[in-house]
């Protein structure tokens, strides 16, 4: 029988872990801090994360500005741009200005962390200390990028960087600080980071810019070259989290979408199956596999022996697609356990470094750390 038509589809075949990935996280009213100098940002693909020090996380919203291509007017910033994908008139471009974990549109970039800090700052003349997450893998130029970006928008010289990994593993609460190895594997909407840490440094990492919007894209791609059917990008992410999944599900089922038929260029409807859907996720959900693979590959002996009574922790948005933690489970051998918010994980871990700088601040930040 024909399962419910996507977007709006619910999967009866999971459980309370499948909902939890559809659900939108709690986006924290935005209340301007008085008084407050310290922020942090998870500065992510999909998704900006401000925090505040004695305040925590006050505002959660994706990473999409909307500017008037004529004259570089800022018209949208966060959910309010995203609406607009893929409906604005030609002279409206609604872009993300972060591609694989970072800066490919440097002025874009700037005006929205500036409106990000303006919406949680009420004293704009003021230049707040910041902390900043990024990518591991990031280059030094690419790093330069970021730091830069954040202290044109008012942060005050110099902006601190803290790789998302480490920053992951200090907000799911991992030993970072103890001789003990942790591993964390952290799945965003570019990139995905593995790392194992121990005596507060990184022991082996690994990066790769896969992440759910490779996994979005690979679900496009599918619906274009076997189904017909092109289908825009919030459509194909809707697709990925009501239905996709990395292991076998216990009953698959079928769906309908609707789209631009390629030939006819007329709406269209394309009936699919969760099967199909996970056989096209494949190659990404491979890729951020053999990550974690490699990772393990490079880890001292000692460590790796700590990971397997301790086990792997997944956080990021992209750690819940279903299945993904027993395919992991199942390809290596080691326990895995979802952090208790994924979603959140690192600006969790970038405000616990705000409110504990003279702990965190040596070991992360060395002789910048003021």
């Given amino acids: 029988m024909r399962g419910p038509s996507v977007p709006g589809s619910t999967d009866p075949t999971t459980d309370g872990a499948h909902r939890a990935m559809a659900a939108t996280p709690d986006r924290s009213a935005r209340r301007p801090v008085i008084g407050s100098r310290d922020i942090a940002v998870d500065l992510g693909t999909a998704n900006t994360l401000v925090s505040?020090?004695?305040?925590?996380?006050?505002?959660?919203?994706?990473?999409?500005?909307?500017?008037?291509?004529?004259?570089?007017?800022?018209?949208?910033?966060g959910d309010e741009a995203k609406r607009m994908i893929g409906r604005t008139p030609d002279h409206i471009r609604a872009v993300r200005p972060l591609k694989d974990g970072v800066i490919a549109d440097f002025e874009v970039c700037e005006k929205m962390l500036r409106y990000f800090i303006q919406q949680v700052h009420s004293r704009k003349w003021a230049k707040p200390r910041m902390v900043i997450c990024v990518p591991s893998g990031v280059t030094g130029v690419e790093r330069r990028a970021v730091?830069?970006?954040?202290?044109?928008?008012?942060?005050?010289p110099p902006a601190y960087?803290?790789?998302?990994?480490?920053?992951?593993?200090?907000?799911?609460?991992?030993?970072?600080?103890?001789?003990?190895?942790?591993?964390?594997?952290d799945i965003g909407g570019g990139t995905t980071?593995?790392?194992?840490?121990?005596?507060?440094?990184?022991?082996?990492?690994?990066?790769?810019?896969?992440g759910g919007d490779e996994m979005d894209d690979a679900v496009?791609?599918?619906?274009?070259?076997?189904?017909?059917?092109?289908?825009?990008?919030?459509?194909a992410e809707n697709i990925k989290i009501r239905l996709g999944s990395a292991h076998p599900l216990t009953q698959e089922i079928r769906a309908e979408v609707s789209g631009r038929g390629l030939r006819s260029g007329l709406p269209e409807a394309a009936v699919f199956t969760t099967r199909e859907i996970r056989e096209a996720l494949e190659e990404p959900v491979s890729a951020i596999i053999d990550t974690v693979k490699v990772t393990l590959d490079r880890t001292p002996p000692e460590l790796a022996a700590d990971i397997m009574d301790r086990g792997i922790t997944l956080a990021g948005g992209g750690a819940l697609l279903i299945g993904l933690a027993d395919r992991i489970r199942a390809e290596?051998?080691?326990?895995?356990?979802?952090a208790p918010d994924p979603l959140r994980a690192v600006a969790m871990g970038a405000t616990a470094v705000l409110e504990e700088f003279s702990r965190f601040g040596d070991m992360i930040f060395g002789d910048d750390a003021e």
């Fill in 193 to 210: 980071e593995v790392a194992v840490i121990s005596l507060g440094g990184v022991v082996a990492a690994q990066s790769t810019r896969v």
């Fill in 332 to 338: 290596t051998g080691m326990p895995v356990w979802m």
């Fill in 220 to 235: 496009k791609q599918f619906l274009k070259k076997e189904k017909g059917v092109d289908v825009g990008d919030r459509t």
């Fill in 161 to 185: 960087i803290i790789e998302e990994p480490m920053a992951a593993a200090i907000g799911v609460g991992l030993p970072v600080a103890e001789p003990t190895g942790s591993m964390i594997v």
């Fill in 147 to 156: 730091q830069e970006a954040a202290e044109y928008a008012g942060a005050r």
């Fill in 52 to 77: 505040v020090r004695g305040e925590g996380i006050v505002l959660d919203e994706p990473s999409v500005v909307a500017v008037n291509a004529l004259d570089g007017t800022l018209l949208a910033v």
